[in-house]
């Protein structure tokens, strides 16, 4: 899932994995476990990303044992919010402090105080927009017999639902204000995906 996202992701993830490749102040590793468990509560998590300040390397590690029951496209909205916080780990703690797009990041952050609330800020339009276009393009024969089932694409409202996962639990403020009916929507939509494959095309 990680190599068909390196290589066939839109333009945001292409950007996104960018910053960690040649030469790059961070480097990155994904690692798979067959159990992440959170540090704070002991319970098993999807994955998690970790930075030590005095260590220029990002882990990410993705639980196996919680994405293989899940649906492809859910596995690639898991890894997508994780290369998010590997992203938001270099914005936090580049030397490159006069770059104006790590300077707007940097007050958005403190208005949310977290990773998550800045995520649900600034993040979901473009993480909706990338699930969408792997779905369509690379998860193909999951993509059409969504329409065969439901007689209707896949729609916008879909994967930004998609996008929440990971956040709405959080009560980040960004899914807090929004209406009763709209995240009643976005609940009927996101459940649509427990239907979808489990297994991931090839990407050789």
């Not at 590793?29 to 970790?50: L, P």
């Not at 220029?56 to 196996?64: C, D, K, N, V």
């Amino acid at each position: 899932m990680n190599d068909l996202l390196d290589k066939n992701g839109d333009s945001f993830v292409k950007n996104l994995l960018a910053n960690f490749k040649g030469n790059s102040e961070f480097d990155i590793t994904i690692v798979s476990k067959e159990h992440v468990v959170s540090n704070q509560t002991g319970i098993e998590i999807n994955g998690r990303t970790m930075y030590d300040e005095a260590n220029p390397l990002i882990t990410i590690e993705i639980s196996t044992s919680r994405t293989n029951e899940r649906a492809a496209l859910e596995g690639a909205r898991i890894i997508l919010h994780e290369y998010i916080h590997a992203d938001m780990y270099r914005k936090l703690y580049t030397i490159d402090v006069t770059n104006q797009e790590v300077l707007d990041f940097k007050k958005t952050y403190e208005a949310y105080g977290n990773q998550h609330g800045t995520m649900g800020a600034l993040y979901i339009n473009s993480m909706k927009d990338a699930l969408k276009a792997f779905h369509k393009n690379v998860l193909i024969d999951d993509y059409n017999k969504y329409i065969n089932y439901y007689g209707e694409a896949p729609s916008d409202t879909f994967y930004e639902a998609l996008a929440w996962g990971g956040l709405r639990d959080s009560d980040v403020k960004s899914w807090t204000d929004l209406s009763p009916e709209k995240k009643a929507a976005i609940e009927a939509l996101a459940s649509r995906v427990t239907g979808f494959s489990r297994t991931v095309p090839c990407p050789n």
